[in-house]
């Protein structure tokens, strides 16, 4: 069994069990440790940090516009759910499939950029959305945001957030599952190939704009689902989805967590999220001030984010 | 009957290639005839590797067309050369250093099925090619080395991977760029027994600085010098040119087999 290839150390399998039935018991117990609604919010953001580095940690690709994603799910999904009534997972589906759409014609374009160049491109698409949101208030609302979205599922009563988190959780966990899937196929392999040799890997005869691109393509349909899951469990769409610093932030949240370990995004959403809770809870208002330190202070102090450092160590001690 | 009288497998005609002003190749034509084996040789700066680049793909040509079999590939891309069966490897090895060896192989043996793109799969699903990449790795050497990283491979088993992913690729046009540049001679040895024994059934293009090598193997040789071919033709007519000799040693004495 050699083909763990993203893993350079191999962990023996009952760790990673043991791993996934702790989150799974944590994920069931969360929103009765802390409020609810910020447990939802842990789950949209994860799957958004999730999404940012499929494309980061494994395509070497940094998104610096992946707002656009989130955003269009978001009020597609706030759309659907308002005007046709159907159940909210099928409306969050439907945010997520327009955000893929929408990511085709802008990852063709991006992909045949890299380094920064890549993240200009996103970060200029990203903000033209922006604009088309802020000015076709008839269907976004503008700044007065998308009003009413409704949490419809089956007649079930899910006014509050604390039932609402057991009903979004499925569907959260299906969409980190798709990223896992993703990350260990054939499909990530190459993508991981292309990343650390692309003259090589097209030499061998992959297409490498075209595997980007699936990858840009499938990242924002795994956004799209934590943005239309946020627009449903907020009940509201504010211009802030489209907004750069939600790019800004979703990065943040991945580089914290570790970029290319693919659960430090939902560390890194973990943390954030809930410190944001707490430090407004407080009537803290330079709440930024206090999450830009930890960030630096992470930087400096744990290359690999939190969650990279956790396994680094804990691989080390193993091997004792 | 030599290949050398038979059809062509790769050609190109006019080939031109400009940087910023300095042309690297000017007007080179070239025939290579369908399996045999055939050396590129020059100084340093002769526009070998950028012929390579053109032929490969990697770069397109400012003027000038190439040919596989006869159908034009002038300006392809270098996935779509390969995907055509013409397989290179990199002068400078070229590597994923942080995927073991038989994981190069694998991905090239699956560069051709269309499994990469299967993101809803297991990546399970590549073991079906791990026999075939232990063949191969067996074949140029690297039978132990299958968990290896590649990054930590010694030199000369870097170039012999180089190989075994070129192969993997079963291509028919098999270009070489200075396989055994940097190996020991026990290396340089084993490297044109391999690809002596690899040469059935393909046609081989490769640059190479040890003219030894290039007569245990090649059939033709075209010589290039700034960007231009000096001579093209069989091995034994090539290396005693006195032009060739002119440029090799920089007078008429001794025969290009004393240079390196």
Do not use: I, R, T
């Given at each position: 069994m050699t083909s763990l290839l993203l893993q350079r150390v191999r962990t023996p399998r009952w760790a990673g069990w043991l791993l996934l039935a702790a989150g799974a018991l944590l994920a069931l117990w969360l929103p009765n440790g802390l409020y609810p609604a910020v447990a939802v919010d842990m789950l949209c953001w994860a799957l958004f940090a999730v999404a940012i580095d499929l494309l980061l940690g494994y395509g070497g690709l940094l998104s610096f516009g992946h707002a656009a994603f989130w955003g269009t799910s978001a009020y597609t999904a706030g759309l659907i759910a308002a005007?046709?009534?159907?159940?909210f997972p099928v409306a969050v589906l439907g945010g997520a499939l327009a955000a893929a759409a929408l990511a085709a014609p802008i990852g063709y374009l991006a992909v045949k950029r890299s380094g920064i160049y890549f993240a200009m491109v996103t970060l200029a698409f990203a903000q033209l959305v922006y604009f088309v949101a802020n000015g076709w208030s008839s269907v976004t609302g503008g700044e007065n945001g998308l009003q009413s979205v409704p949490r419809e599922l089956f007649g079930l009563d899910l006014s509050d957030p604390y039932y609402f988190y057991y009903a979004a959780l499925p569907m959260a966990a299906l969409g980190l599952l798709l990223a896992w899937r993703i990350v260990h196929s054939p499909f990530g392999r190459v993508l991981v190939a292309i990343r650390d040799n692309p003259a090589r890997a097209r030499a061998l005869g992959y297409p490498a704009h075209r595997y980007k691109l699936l990858a840009f393509v499938l990242s924002a349909f795994v956004a799209g689902l934590g943005g239309g899951l946020f627009a449903v469990a907020h009940g509201f769409v504010s211009l802030d989805v489209v907004h750069w610093t939600t790019s800004g932030k979703g990065v943040v949240l991945v580089v914290l967590g570790g970029i290319g370990t693919l659960w430090g995004g939902v560390v890194g959403a973990a943390l954030v999220v809930n410190l944001e809770d707490q430090l407004s809870q407080a009537g803290f208002t330079l709440i930024g001030l206090v999450t830009g330190g930890i960030f630096v202070l992470v930087v400096l102090l744990f290359r690999r984010g939190l969650w990279g450092s956790a396994v680094a160590l804990l691989r080390r001690y193993s091997r004792l | 009957m030599s290949p050398l009288d038979g059809p062509a497998a790769l050609t190109a005609r006019g080939l031109i290639r400009d940087f910023r002003g300095f042309r690297a190749v000017d007007q080179v034509d070239l025939t290579v005839a369908a399996g045999s084996v055939h050396a590129l040789v020059g100084p340093n700066g002769a526009g070998k590797t950028t012929l390579f680049n053109l032929l490969t793909g990697f770069l397109a040509p400012t003027a000038g067309r190439i040919e596989l079999d006869g159908h034009d590939i002038t300006g392809l891309p270098p996935e779509r050369v390969a995907r055509l069966g013409v397989a290179r490897s990199f002068q400078i090895t070229s590597l994923f250093p942080q995927q073991t060896a038989r994981t190069h192989v694998e991905l090239a043996l699956q560069s051709g099925t269309g499994l990469g793109w299967r993101f809803w799969r297991s990546h399970r699903l590549l073991e079906r090619f791990s026999a075939r990449a232990g063949e191969l790795l067996d074949l140029v050497g690297l039978g132990d080395a299958g968990d290896t990283l590649a990054g930590s491979l010694a030199y000369g088993r870097k170039r012999a991977l180089e190989l075994a992913i070129a192969l993997a690729l079963d291509p028919k046009v098999l270009l070489l760029d200075e396989p055994t540049a940097g190996m020991g001679l026990e290396d340089v040895d084993r490297t044109v027994e391999l690809i002596a024994a690899v040469r059935d059934g393909r046609t081989v293009v490769l640059v190479e600085h040890n003219m030894s090598v290039v007569g245990r193997l090649a059939d033709a040789v075209t010589v290039l010098q700034a960007g231009r071919v000096l001579v093209e033709g069989p091995y034994e007519q090539v290396r005693t040119d006195p032009r060739v000799i002119e440029a090799y040693l920089g007078s008429s004495e001794g025969s290009a087999d004393a240079a390196h």
């Open positions: 005007h046709l009534g159907v159940p | -």
